[in-house]
């Protein structure tokens, strides 16, 4: 079951919660019952004892089904912001809306799908869904069923959308990143929703393979994270359910090691230091998804331009081509850059269109392999 592509309207519309006739309200929420807990999970969350799921990665949605002229969406969450959508059509934003159940009323009185997905990174904190409820005399129905198509995007800011509906390079003064960021608007998602595929959003903004930006938070890196459901854990690890299988996983790391100079103090002595590091790291990575996914999975390994340097993009080429020469003909590799792009999102980051681009970009990559999907 594939649901339309989601039709964003302008934000101001967003935040005030009006669309189409549709209103969306607050009340105090209740555990969810058997009934609305009926939805599909796209991303990695983490149950809790009050029938809530957990959960930090961005991108992460939840899909239902109900019948009536109303549904009631049950969070506990006061730093994200999420978008609530009816049949593909964005009816409200929620922003960090905190222990609420809003609702949007006003609908048909007949079979509707309900989609919620978390549009902010939030490494550092947690977000709580605890079902989707039907209005008075409605009824939520059974959840959809997973699509058979699967992509798991693995990345930094690009990946996660950063700042990607700001329409400004500086957005301190627009709202901040957090505002001015949907996920659900990032080339992974709108790739995977033309696809009709089930995907997951595993970013981490300004983090490396090894380096992360500028050097900071040394000692940690993306890898560090990886395995968590719930990032701010440390030692939580994320149980795969067998469900998960995706056929392409497309990683993007490599930004954050390479986009500027090395400190005095850092660990690598010289660029080549680092990018030994870096491609020594990367295998090992590819390792960990191969175990993970089995010999079937293609893993797509991509790089885009930085500035005044080809470092990232001829290391991240020279990987692709030592793991086929080590055999593994299901490793790729995808260089992404057209002249269109403007990076007008938040400090300099690809913009909505941008976004738009890349991901058409990404569509051709993925025609050409020999996915089994």
Known sequence: MDLPQPRHLSRRTLVTAAAAGLVAGTAAPSRASAASTRFHTVGRVVPAADGFVRYSWPGISFEGRFRGTGVGVLLDDSVNDYDVQIDGTTAATLVTPGRTTAWVRGLSDTEHRVRLVKRTESAWSEGRFGGFVAAAGGVVLAAPRPRRRQIEFIGDSYTAGYGNVSGTRDCSGNGGVDRNTDADLSFGALTARKLGADHQINAISGRGMVRNYNGSSPGTDFRTYYDRALLAVEGDVWRKPASWRPQVVVIGLGLNDFST????????TTQADLVAAYESAYHGFLDKLRARYGPRTFLLV???????????????????????????????HWYYDDPALDHLGCDWHPSAADHRIISGLLEDRLAALPLCW
Not at 262 to 268: D, F, I, M, S
Not at 310 to 324: H, K, S
């Open 261 to 268: 100079p090395l400190n005095p103090g850092e660990r690598w």
């Open 302 to 332: 991509s790089a885009t331009s930085t500035p005044g340097s080809t470092v990232f993009a001829e290391t991240v080429e020279r990987i692709a081509r030592t793991r086929n020469a080590r055999g593994d003909d299901r490793v790729g």
